[in-house]
């Protein structure tokens, strides 16, 4: 298909580059991470927004070589930001299933860590409960394999399906990520409060540390402070913006 024949000049014809979303901690202020998001300037369309093309690479297979790419580029860009003599923030690459269940998937992260100098610690790796719940028994051994180079592993989009609860009780998660769905209604919802709050106690509970995804207002930050939330990532701090910019705003906290 067109497509599919497009998407991988995409990969191949350096049309995919990445923008960063940064994460803060919500009692100070300061930028403790950063989501790597990938973008696609077409030759002749110029921006695709992801949720149109990240599903065709999905189906195509084309996620894989497309996946790597997103995760060499991000760990080269972390290289980067160290080097300029930035604080350490933790990279996150957001990962799909197809990616997962290759069986090669644990050396490629190993891969991009050593080629740039990049301790794991840094390196996070986003998943969603379908990304585990596939093939569960698999997911499991892969994300033994990761837990053991020392990267961290998020839930990502939490309470936006309908099993997240089995994931977390099956999969051995260092993070949540709180979906922007539950945050929207913050804090003027009564419902939205309770399920929040539910969410930022669950993850206390299993020890998991949580972020909240989607934040746009002050008041949605007040919430957040009180109920101890301890990340927070959305409008109200950055959109996804090109790395320059990230370093902008890292040398502003030195
Ligand atoms: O904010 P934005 O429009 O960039 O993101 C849209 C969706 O695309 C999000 O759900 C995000 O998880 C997904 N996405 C962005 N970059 C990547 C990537 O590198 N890999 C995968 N698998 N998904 C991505
Ligand atoms: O699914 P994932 O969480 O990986 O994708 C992040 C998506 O959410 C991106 O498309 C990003 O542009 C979008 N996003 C990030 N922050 C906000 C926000 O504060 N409000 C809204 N409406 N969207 C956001
Ligand atoms: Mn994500
Ligand atoms: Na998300």
């Known amino acids: 298909r067109g497509e599919q024949e497009e998407l991988h000049q995409a990969i191949t014809a350096d049309q995919l580059f990445l923008e960063y979303q940064p994460q803060v901690d919500v009692a100070t202020g300061r930028i403790t991470g950063i989501e790597a998001l990938v973008r696609w300037n ?6 695709v927004p992801p949720a149109s093309f990240i599903p065709i690479a ?75 719940m596939q093939d569960a028994e698999r997911a499991l051994a892969m994300m033994e394999q990761l837990r053991a180079l020392g990267v961290r592993l998020s839930i990502d989009d939490f309470g936006s399906g309908y099993s997240s609860l089995a994931a977390l009780k099956t999969f051995p998660f260092d993070r949540l990520k709180m979906d922007r769905s539950l945050v929207e209604a913050l804090p003027g919802d ?7 709050s539910a969410v930022i106690s669950l993850a206390q509970t299993l020890k998991l540390s949580v972020l909240a995804e989607g ?40």
């Open 58 to 132: 999905e189906e195509t297979g084309l996620i894989v070589p497309l996946g790597l790419w997103v995760l060499n580029e991000a760990c080269r860009q972390a290289r980067n930001w160290q080097d300029m003599g930035l604080t350490p923030v933790t990279i996150a690459v957001n990962v799909s299933a197809k990616q997962f269940a290759d069986p090669d998937f644990a050396s490629h992260v190993a891969e991009a860590l050593e080629r740039n100098r990049l301790q794991s610690r840094w390196l996070e790796l986003e998943v969603t409960e379908s990304v585990v």
């Open 190 to 196: 009564k419902t939205a409060v309770a399920i929040a």
């Open 215 to 254: 934040v746009e207002t002050d008041a949605q930050m007040d919430f957040l402070r009180q109920a101890r939330c301890e990340e927070a990532q959305g409008y109200r701090f950055s959109k996804p913006v090109p790395p320059e910019e990230v370093s902008r705003l890292l040398q502003g906290q030195l």
């Open 42 to 47: 077409h030759p002749a369309k110029g921006r």
